[in-house]
């Protein structure tokens, strides 16, 4: 079973950029579809960006032209970079098998100020 640590987080102001890192205990290249997720206080937890094993990509509508996701396999981590922050941004950053999802790990917190 894949364990799934996020890093990355912390805080930034409106318009710079932050790096996130989803790092896992096992082999993600058999995980055709790996996504982000975000969860903000008082909101349901949404679907940020996701990837194909093959490299396709999805992002929602709000980060379009500002996210970049990505993976490396050899690795075993998939990558958000997030350009141009904004504080509606704000929430905790989860990683997961967006097919069949396993075990959330802790999150990454994501903060963007004014």
């Known amino acids: 079973q894949v364990r799934l640590v996020e890093s990355g987080g912390g805080l930034v102001q409106a318009g710079g950029s932050l790096r996130l890192s989803c790092a896992a205990s096992g082999s993600i290249a058999s995980i055709n579809v790996m996504g982000w997720y975000r969860q903000a206080p008082g909101n349901e937890r949404e679907l940020v960006a996701s990837?194909?094993?093959?490299?396709?990509?999805y992002y929602r509508d709000s980060v379009k032209g500002r996210f970049t996701i990505s993976r490396d396999n050899d690795k075993n981590t998939v990558y958000l970079q997030m350009n141009s922050l904004k504080p509606e941004d704000t929430a905790v950053y989860y990683c997961?098998?967006?097919?069949?999802?396993?075990?959330w790990g802790q999150g990454t917190q994501v903060t963007v100020s004014l």
């Open positions: 997961n098998d967006f097919r069949r999802t396993i075990a």
């Open positions: 990837i194909v094993s093959g490299g396709g990509t």
